[in-house]
T-cell receptor
Framework: GENVEQHPSTLSVQEGDSAVIKCTYS??????FPWYKQELGKRPQLIID?????GEKKDQRIAVTLNKTAKHFSLHITETQPEDSAVYFC?????????????FGQGTTLQVKP | KAGVTQTPRYLIKTRGQQVTLSCSPI?????VSWYQQTPGQGLQFLFE???????NKGNFPGRFSGRQFSNSRSEMNVSTLELGDSALYLC?????????????FGPGTRLLVL
């Protein structure tokens, strides 16, 4: 089936610490895994994505790793800041080259304490 | 470029009524996907349209329908509203040169069913 599990559901860290969010996906997911950040009352915004031809991608303080064998991918945020506080969603693309859909994890509420 | 827009932003309806929500994609984007976001179920895929054709559909009852116009604008309709349809309805557009393109979300329409 099409399923994405995301953990933890809530995460509280001190400013400056790192935060890690993990997602696992079921067999039939293809090769596109985006991460979205949703601040309170705002739209989800893409922060980083990874395709299965690479194992890691980094953009400043944010990185994503992908382990295709274990079927999991993770978001790493280093040097967290209060403005990183938001709900983070992972997603996996299910489908073919012609059509498909994003299946989202349940979300992780990240709180960064100043 | 202007981002994805959705109208109306807020809507209050009563059970049994129907509702139509509108989504205007980013200029040049041809694919529009719809999602329902609720606290309990997270982001759930409703359907995806490309070139006026529904290419993919999620696991929602037939009361949920949609369409896409030649200018790529999309509408979704929910008939015979139920209390459980109260949610934030998000649309997302993508370029669709390839299927696994980044999806950009609109601000959503918050629907409350009384």
């Amino acid at each position: 089936g099409e399923n994405v599990e995301q953990h933890p559901s809530t995460l509280s860290v001190q400013e400056g610490d790192s935060a890690v969010i993990k997602c696992t996906y079921s067999d039939s997911a293809s090769n596109y895994f985006p991460w979205y950040k949703q601040e309170l009352g705002k739209r989800p915004q893409l922060i980083i994505d990874i395709r299965s031809n690479v194992g890691e991608k980094k953009d400043q303080r944010i990185a994503v790793t992908l382990n295709k064998t274990a079927k999991h991918f993770s978001l790493h945020i280093t040097e967290t800041q209060p403005e990183d506080s938001a709900v983070y969603f992972c997603a996996a693309f299910y489908g073919s080259s012609n059509t498909g859909k994003l299946i989202f994890g349940q979300g992780t509420t990240l709180q960064v304490k100043p | 470029k202007a981002g994805v827009t959705q109208t109306p932003r807020y809507l209050i309806k009563t059970r049994g009524q129907q509702v139509t929500l509108s989504c205007s994609p980013i200029s040049g984007h041809r694919s529009v996907s719809w999602y329902q976001q609720t606290p309990g179920q997270g982001l759930q895929f409703l359907f995806e349209y490309f070139s006026e054709t529904q290419r993919n559909k999620g696991n929602f009852p037939g009361r949920f329908s949609g369409r896409q116009f030649s200018n790529s604008r999309s509408e979704m309709n929910v008939s015979t509203l139920e209390l459980g349809d109260s949610a934030l309805y998000l649309c997302a557009s993508s370029l669709e040169v390839r299927v696994q393109e980044t999806q950009y979300f609109g601000p959503g329409t918050r629907l409350l069913v009384l």
